[in-house]
T-cell receptor, first 114, second 114 residues
Framework: AQSVTQLDSQVPVFEEAPVELRCNYS??????LFWYVQYPNQGLQLLLK??????LVKSINGFEAEFNKSQTSFHLRKPSVHISDTAEYFC????????????FGQGTRLTINP | GVTQSPTHLIKTRGQQVTLRCSSQ?????VSWYQQALGQGPQFIFQ???????GRGNFPPRFSGLQFPNDSSELNVNALELDDSALYLC???????????????FGEGSRLTVL
């Protein structure tokens, strides 16, 4: 069984400041890792994913995450945030084999202040 | 994309509810998730080619159907207050082209049980 821990429930930052949202996972088998974003009253949108290969993955809107197997982490970073990044961010893990069951963390609410 | 209906509904304890989902065209796998307020989504079950292909920790009163026309249903019997949540449907092409690891989510159906 897998589990995901998002270490911060809320992260307030000022616009144009850097941000890191922390995610740690637990699993006894190989996993895929994901970050999803949820804007108010909307469903989930995939932000980025790690399946294999390069441990640093990037999104089109400036976010990046690094898979660290030894520390079982998949932290999300952005060097300069914008007001429009205000949302709930969910880290998720799934087994690399078998049914695509995603196990989500509790979420981190990112609030950008002007 | 993935569309869900209804977007909002209110039921009373003991009633039954059916939520509907139309998958992205060509997707043969659909999953349902329950997202309680302030929580991350939790996996209910997954259907692949009209058969259940994995189930989370939900009682049998949660059941589903997948139809050949890219549509699916989530049924919940004997509603309880704790069933109040956002129910998310997600589809993917796992099974035919291999696992991409990406689920496409709908915007959800918000169920309130009074």
């Amino acid at each position: 069984a897998q589990s995901v821990t998002q270490l911060d429930s809320q992260v307030p930052v000022f616009e144009e400041a850097p941000v890191e949202l922390r995610c740690n996972y637990s699993s006894s088998v190989s996993v895929y890792l994901f970050w999803y974003v949820q804007y108010p009253n909307q469903g989930l949108q995939l932000l980025l994913k790690y399946l294999s290969g390069s441990t640093l993955v990037k999104s089109i809107n400036g976010f990046e995450a690094e898979f660290n197997k030894s520390q079982t982490s998949f932290h999300l970073r952005k060097p300069s945030v914008h007001i429009s990044d205000t949302a709930e961010y969910f880290c998720a893990v799934s087994e690399a084999q078998g049914a695509q069951k995603l196990v989500f963390g509790q979420g981190t609410r990112l609030t950008i202040n002007p | 994309g993935v569309t869900q209906s209804p977007t909002h509904l209110i039921k009373t304890r003991g009633q039954q509810v059916t939520l509907r989902c139309s998958s992205q065209s060509g997707h043969n796998t659909v999953s349902w998730y329950q997202q309680a307020l302030g929580q991350g989504p939790q996996f209910i079950f997954q259907y692949y080619r009209e058969e259940e292909n994995g189930r989370g920790n939900f009682p049998p009163r949660f059941s589903g159907l997948q139809f050949p026309n890219d549509s699916s249903e989530l049924n919940v019997n004997a509603l309880e207050l704790d069933d109040s949540a956002l129910y998310l449907c997600a589809s993917t092409t796992a099974g035919t082209r291999g696992r991409t690891g990406e689920l496409f989510f709908g915007e959800g159906s918000r169920l309130t049980v009074l």
